[in-house]
């Protein structure tokens, strides 16, 4: 169970704050709920119903900063996981997507990178899904570690970048 003021990621609206817990009616009968505000969405609010254990299942804590730290320098040993059927590929990743474990959404992000970067040396794109899957991933992994290391989403990429050319000197 959660409580207010507790730092969530929820599935792919990132990370949330629990606002309060509520008691709503919408529509079929009075329901206590978690009042989610995404943090990097103000305008955003989220009900959860605090009976729903499926959709509780989306409801991760936010990692402490070694956690985070952890992650980071795990990911060069992270493996690909490129699926060359698009069907299968668009599948497996809105899967990976869906569950939100960390480790498969960095596998993705990673994936979709490499990718891309041979796409781009062959002049050409990465397909219109994969873009969207690239970014909701990004988006969900960099929102959470800007929370953690006190930093703007936007300096996520170039610090993990700068994080793992150290480790390699």
């Not at 979709?112 to 899957?133: A, I, N, P």
């Not at 969900?140 to 930093?151: C, F, N, P, T």
């Not at 300096?155 to 390699?168: C, D, F, Q, S």
């Amino acid at each position: 169970m959660f409580q207010v003021n507790d730092m969530i990621v929820y599935g792919t609206h990132g990370v949330c704050k629990v606002q309060e817990i509520v008691s709503r009616d919408f529509g079929k009968e009075m329901k206590d709920y978690y009042l989610l505000k995404p943090v990097y969405d103000s305008g955003a609010t989220i009900f959860v119903p605090v009976d729903n254990e499926k959709l509780q299942a989306k409801m991760r804590r936010v990692l402490s900063e070694e956690e985070v730290r952890r992650m980071i320098h795990g990911m060069p040993d992270e493996q690909l996981i490129w699926i060359e059927n698009d069907n299968a590929r668009k599948e497996a990743y809105k899967q990976i997507m869906d569950k939100g474990d960390r480790a498969q959404l960095i596998q993705l992000v990673k994936t979709l990178y490499f990718h891309s970067k041979k796409q781009k040396e062959k002049g050409k794109r990465l397909h219109v899904s994969d873009e969207v899957f690239l970014r909701e991933a990004e988006k969900i992994l960099y929102e959470e570690i800007a929370l953690v290391l006190h930093m703007d989403k936007e300096e996520v990429r170039p610090y993990i970048i700068k994080e793992l050319a150290e480790e390699k000197d």
